[in-house]
């Protein structure tokens, strides 16, 4: 079993920044992608960021160029820092991770979600 533990979420004030952390913990052999998503409420979840074990990254339109993620593979950490923040960034934000075991079987593992609240 994979455990992911986020980190860093907050109140902050629009223009703002926060640093969100993901660990993932457990039986892991590999970590292929991982990545944020987020939800508002009233709204479907939808992806922000991600980035794979081979260095690549891809974010969402509206988050380009204010958000910045990033990995610590020997800490099997990602990271995402968000800066210009605004009020539609308000959100709870999920890690998400597709983890291998010692089965080599590809999963995908949900964190329990972190509150990002936006507003002056």
């Known amino acids: 079993q994979v455990q992911l533990v986020e980190s860093g979420g907050g109140l902050v004030q629009p223009g703002g920044s926060l640093r969100l952390s993901c660990a993932a913990s457990?039986?892991?052999?590999?970590?292929?992608?991982m990545g944020w998503y987020r939800q508002a409420p009233g709204n479907q979840r939808g992806l922000v960021a991600f980035?794979?074990?081979?260095?690549?990254?891809s974010y969402a339109d509206s988050v380009k160029d204010r958000f910045t993620i990033s990995r610590d593979n020997a800490k099997n950490t990602v990271y995402l820092q968000m800066n210009s923040l605004k009020p539609e960034d308000t959100a709870v934000y999920y890690c998400?991770?597709?983890?291998?075991?010692?089965?080599?079987?590809?999963?995908?593992?949900w964190g329990q979600g972190t509150q990002v609240s936006v507003s002056s």
């Open positions: 998400n991770a597709a983890v291998s075991s010692s089965d080599r079987i590809p999963r995908q593992y």
């Open positions: 457990g039986s892991i052999f590999s970590i292929y992608v």
């Open positions: 980035s794979t074990s081979g260095g690549s990254t």
